[in-house]
């Protein structure tokens, strides 16, 4: 039972609580990144580059494999007439444009992450100084009627 209590006083922490709704509100921003990336900026540079979709680009490795090696599958007819087919393997494709993708997905999310940051950094640091005083308070009766006294007990230690 203490296992469990500890675990529970630890999950219901300030910091755990505020570290799994900055997971949630991450996720969601990097979908929001994503729609960005995928729907607005990438058509127009598509465009520029001569209507290419970069989620499209890839090249075919297959002809390298059947190069090296015959890669065909022998399959026997299912009917039972005992002929044997050759059927090509599965094609192998390496999809760098999904890479390229990813990679500007991550650059703009880098960015807008080191934006907020840099936001919240200067906002903690406007909260953190406080503003001086313009003219120091004015003393209080006590310490005025103090100062008049030790001013006095000066001036007699003085004349002896």
């Keep these: 039972?203490?296992?469990?209590?500890?675990?529970?006083?630890?999950?219901?922490?300030?910091?755990v609580m505020d570290m799994a709704v900055g997971v949630i509100i991450g996720g969601a921003f990097g979908k929001i990144v994503s729609?960005?990336?995928?729907?607005?900026?990438?058509?127009?540079?598509?465009?520029?580059?001569?209507?290419t979709d970069f989620s499209s680009l890839r090249i075919d490795l297959s002809r390298m494999r059947d190069l090296s090696?015959?890669?065909?599958?022998?399959?026997t007819d299912t009917i039972g007439t005992g002929k044997v087919e050759a059927v090509p393997a599965e094609p192998i494709y390496w999809n760098y444009g999904?890479?390229?993708?990813?990679?500007?997905?991550?650059t703009i999310l880098a960015l807008c992450v080191f934006l907020m940051v840099k936001m919240m950094n200067r906002l903690m640091k406007k909260k953190e100084?406080?503003?001086?005083?313009?003219?120091?308070?004015?003393?209080?009766?006590?310490e005025v009627l103090l100062t008049e006294i030790r001013d006095l007990l000066k001036a007699q230690q003085e004349h002896k």
């Design 1 to 15: 039972m203490a296992f469990f209590k500890e675990f529970r006083e630890f999950a219901l922490k300030g910091n």
């Design 35 to 51: 729609s960005l990336v995928n729907d607005i900026l990438m058509p127009p540079i598509g465009a520029l580059l001569g209507n």
């Design 69 to 75: 090696s015959k890669a065909t599958s022998l399959v």
């Design 98 to 106: 999904a890479f390229i993708q990813q990679c500007v997905d991550f």
């Design 129 to 142: 100084t406080p503003a001086p005083p313009a003219t120091p308070p004015a003393p209080s009766k006590e």
